[in-house]
């Protein structure tokens, strides 16, 4: 059971549920905070979804945590940032870091047979691991619905679905199609456990959640969420709440065993965004978008949703067990990560509110940097220092050494301004006009610019503002 990681999967529940924040400290700007705020409580008010656990990351470090609804109806408990979630298929992308760390190691390739750690599987001596990892392998899926059928409430083990999924014909050539199928996965952490000799949650214990001080996550396949943590719903069609059934133990090993606070996840995040965890070589393989045999691009790597988001390049997947949805988004080059947990099953809302906040932070962030590439213009400047890849041949042609001295001569005795705020913007001849005022003690200066439509700058003029 998981949400495809198109995150198409919407379904819209009547009951209007109370409203619960829990804060947690945060750098978000009072402004972006406020309309964080409102969406979710929103989405919440919209679907009926119990409750959302939300983090967000910006420039490399947890910005925002906040949790909005009730983690449990009856009795009533106000969801919490502590609180833990299933994640479901975003485990996916722990176990094939495993993987990678094991191929770092030496101990496999990701290019090896199935064959060589899982032996009588369906062409296992042609299916590679990375075609497990990129659901590009032919194993059929033994999760496709999204709900718990009968026979899953019954524990299993890995080799026995194993032995039952990945044992039939495939369902297409391997390399010839992308199809999601868990039982990809279940194979892949087999493989983990026998080329490291250890259970698959003790190495990414050890290799991953430790390190990045992760310290909530446990593995929701061998035991239950507390009573601490957020209780799982599902809804028949538009009716009430009810508590969501319990998979059996083995269902879930390696494909969407996980469960944690919104914060672990996002640590997990700042690692991907620094590149901390792996190797470089690694996180390449991990992030580049799986080609098929005639061309066409997956839109996935290994474990991970690959694409463009808003003109960004995103690393995100969603998430469904019994209960539970969850997205997850990571704007690498933009040092931004987006966390939405909920716990009701087959809904949209975390998929559809992560990318709403996603949207606005990029925006948001589209929007402060030409004031924060002005400010840092004019404090170089004083300094008398210039980036001449900021600028076009014209203006790097107008600052010549003798502009470039009385540009630090006039300013740098001014000191750090006090405020340097945004007056107005607009176009003409092709360019962006920009007006800035930096406020000093005994006077304020008019710093405009003109940027061309590439994001050079065409101009940079600074000069005193008469006094009203």
């Keep these: 059971m998981n949400l495809t990681h198109d ?3 919407l379904r819209v529940g009547v009951l209007v549920c109370l409203w619960w924040g829990v804060a947690h400290a945060s750098t978000l700007p009072k402004e972006t905070r406020e309309k964080v705020d409102a969406m979710a409580r929103q989405a919440i008010a919209e679907t009926g979804v119990p409750s959302a656990s939300i983090a967000i ?50 101990k496999l390739s990701l290019d090896d047979p199935v064959s ?10 042609e299916i590679t691991i990375r075609e497990l990892l990129s659901h590009t392998s032919g194993y059929q899926d033994y999760w496709p619905q999204d709900y718990v059928p009968p026979f899953m409430l019954q524990p299993i083990s890995a080799g026995k679905i194993v032995e039952l999924w990945a044992r039939k014909a495939l369902d297409f050539e391997p390399g010839t199609e992308w199809q999601y199928s868990n039982t990809n996965f279940v194979v892949a952490g087999l493989i983990v456990e026998k ?27 061998q035991e239950r ?8 719903y599902l809804r028949y069609a538009m009716g009430p709440l ?32 620094n590149q901390t965890v792996l190797q470089p070589a690694s996180y ?50 933009d040092k931004l990560a987006v966390v939405v947990l909920t716990n009701e099953d087959s809904v949209g809302l975390s998929g559809s509110l992560a ?83 930096a406020d000093f003690p005994k006077r304020t200066l008019e710093v405009w610019e003109r940027i061309m439509p590439d994001g050079k700058i065409e101009q940079y003029q600074i000069g005193a503002k008469q006094r009203q």
């Design 195 to 221: 080329a490291s000799g250890e259970p698959l949650l003790q190495f990414l214990s050890e290799h991953i959640f430790a390190p990045l001080g992760m310290k909530s996550v446990i593995n929701i396949d």
């Design 225 to 232: 969420l507390a009573e601490t943590d957020a209780t799982g």
């Design 242 to 273: 009810r508590i969501a059934p319990k998979e059996g133990r083995g269902w879930l090993f390696a494909a969407g065993e996980l469960a944690m606070p919104a914060e672990d996840l996002a640590k997990w995040d700042i690692s991907l965004i």
């Design 7 to 9: 995150g198409k999967l």
């Design 116 to 125: 060589r750690f899982v032996p009588n599987l369906t062409r296992g001596n």
């Design 355 to 437: 990318r709403k906040i996603a949207e606005l932070l990029l925006a948001d962030a589209g929007a402060e940097q030409p004031d924060r590439q002005a400010r840092e213009i004019f404090a170089a400047l004083q300094k008398g220092q210039i980036n001449r890849s900021l600028f076009t041949d014209n203006c790097n042609s107008y600052f010549t050494e003798q502009a470039l001295r009385d540009f630090t001569e006039s300013l740098r005795p001014l000191g750090v301004p006090a405020d340097f705020k945004p007056i107005s913007k607009s176009e003409r001849g092709g360019m962006t006009f920009r007006l800035f005022e």
């Design 284 to 333: 390449l393989a991990m992030e580049r978008d799986t080609v098929l045999r005639n061309g066409m691009g997956t839109r996935y790597g290994l474990g991970i949703g690959v694409r463009s988001e808003f003109g960004h390049r995103a690393l995100e997947h969603g998430g469904e067990v019994s209960g539970f949805t969850a997205q997850n988004m990571v704007f690498p080059d």
């Design 57 to 106: 990351v910006q420039e490399g470090a947890i910005a925002y945590l906040q949790a909005y609804g009730d983690g449990r109806i009856k009795p009533p408990k106000p969801a919490s940032p502590t609180m833990r979630y299933s994640i479901g298929s975003i485990s996916k992308q722990f176990t094939a870091a495993a993987v990678l760390l094991l191929a770092e190691q030496g």
